[in-house]
């Protein structure tokens, strides 16, 4: 029995099993190739924890068989050539293009799971969400369940004990929480570029299934452990000051956060502050020297304020969107940024110890030159109102009236709108001040002159 296989297919498969398994991993990990009930084919790859099926073929039947993914990653790589597959005994004969290759293989082919009685269906942002948390979790985490994502009501939520992201929105087909393992194949290409704007969320006894498209992904579930209670760490201090980020300093920011000095010190430690200036400060202590970053576009309100924080932990509220930010002036609360459906919670580095260097090695950049950025409608979020915000996500009704959509979009537009106003008039304000302290200085000049009989016109 012969089969042809895209070899696009084959390379897409082996991509995104290579971001579901560990190098060390790989040399266990099992490929198949086998006929699902309804006629279709499948290339299916057993994991440690994981399995991965892709539809490869829609008609047709081929004695099931098992490889190696080392054995077709080699394969795999080859451009733009079909295979053909023929079985030969204990081994498969594959053919593309003028070379051919024999694979190791037997018949004994692992047996999947069982299809979900129910899924939900989501959109495909839930694969951004995961693929978030995957940056917030703690894998050496032994007392709380802290390596895996905890899929709750209608959130995602991940936490390495010392940063927290939430993100709302979705729907699962479960009633308690499900800790699903972080992975790297949540950001795939070879995934999200699948041409589908849906991704099914099903569970069956200890599995979470995934469906996107041609592809299944199923995880087994985390148990051990319990995921902590993290609802009232989302909830705000009392008495913050508050930075709006514009999107432009948004931009600018993931630009240079990467080459801010201090990078290879402990926790790689910034400074966050918001005062007549908001800016982001770094150090080369052994240099004696620092870099201050200049958010111009953005706004602070509340008392002034300098925090030191994981500069990681800044560029991971910046990507997620979170750029409206509050941060407690006694320094001990939480940071907590909102952006969106988006929550994320950091801590502080409190025995950070801010250094006195040289100010003329000090580099100062702004980002007053930056081309401005539209702000997108939904980017800035209001404070987390306490206790509103529970009832609001139980009470969350998915399918809302286009008409209340529409208008809740437009006071939003309308409340950026007015900050973006605020900015030009405070910069017009400024302008002004700096204007009319000068022609006081000009007119205090001239007096003085005049009283010194000066003959002055």
């Known amino acids: 029995m012969t089969l042809t296989i895209k070899q696009s297919d084959l390379y897409k498969f082996e991509r995104m099993v290579s971001k579901l398994v560990k190098p060390s991993d790989a040399a266990s990990t099992k490929v198949c190739l086998i006929t699902s009930d309804n006629g279709a084919i499948k290339l299916a790859a057993f994991c440690k924890d994981a399995i991965l099926t892709m539809v490869v073929g829609k008609t047709g039947f081929i004695n099931p068989f098992s490889t190696t993914l080392d054995a077709i990653k080699p394969i795999a790589l080859k451009k733009d050539v079909d295979m053909t597959l023929e079985i030969q005994g204990n081994s498969v004969h594959v053919r593309y293009g003028v070379e051919q290759s024999w694979l190791p293989c037997n018949d004994k082919v692992n047996t999947l799971p069982q299809a979900p009685k129910q899924t939900v269906t989501n959109s495909k942002k839930i694969l951004d969400a995961l693929h978030s948390a995957s940056k917030c979790t703690d894998p050496n985490s032994v007392r709380f369940a802290l390596g895996g994502i905890c899929l709750r009501d209608s959130q995602v939520i991940a936490t390495s004990g010392v940063q927290l992201v939430a993100m709302r929105g979705f729907e699962f087909p479960f ?48 148990t051990d452990g319990k995921f902590p209670k993290v ?45 007549q200036q908001m800016q982001v400060r770094a150090y080369d202590q052994p240099q004696n020297s620092g870099t201050t970053l ?15 924080l994981n500069r990681l932990f800044l560029k991971n509220a910046l990507q997620f969107g979170c750029l409206h930010i509050g941060i407690d002036p006694i320094g001990t609360a ?34 007053a030159m930056q081309p401005v950025v539209a ?17 609001a996500t139980k009470s969350r009704n998915t399918s809302k009236p286009i008409g209340n959509t529409a208008l809740l979009e437009s006071a939003e537009q309308i409340r950026t709108d007015l900050r973006n106003s605020l900015v030009q008039v405070s910069a017009l304000i400024k302008e002004v001040k700096a204007q009319r302290n000068k022609d006081r200085l000009i007119q205090n000049t001239m007096d003085s002159l005049r009283k010194l009989n000066l003959n002055i016109v």
Not at 262 to 268: P, T, Y
Not at 341 to 360: G, H, I, R, W
């Open 334 to 367: 939480p940071v907590i940024a909102t952006g969106g459906e988006t929550t994320f919670v950091c801590m502080s580095l409190d025995k950070y110890a801010e250094p006195q260097v040289d100010s003329a090695k000090v580099n100062t950049i702004t980002s």
């Open 175 to 222: 009633k308690d929480d499900v800790i699903c393992p972080a992975s790297k194949i949540f950001a795939s290409k070879e995934l999200l570029g699948i041409d589908t704007d849906e991704v099914l969320v099903g569970q069956i006894d200890n599995w979470i299934c995934f469906s996107v498209g041609p592809v299944v992904l199923w995880l087994r579930t985390i």
């Open 294 to 308: 200049v958010l111009s576009h953005s706004l602070f309100t509340g008392e002034k304020v300098a925090i030191a």
């Open 375 to 391: 702000t997108p409608a939904k980017v800035d979020a209001p404070p987390i109102q306490k206790r509103r915000r529970k009832v």
């Open 231 to 275: 609802d009232k760490i989302m909830e705000p201090a009392e008495n913050l000051s508050y930075l709006e980020i514009h999107p432009t300093d948004s931009a600018f920011l993931l630009d240079h956060i990467g080459k801010l000095p201090g990078s290879k010190e402990a926790e790689s430690p910034i400074v966050l502050a918001g005062g």
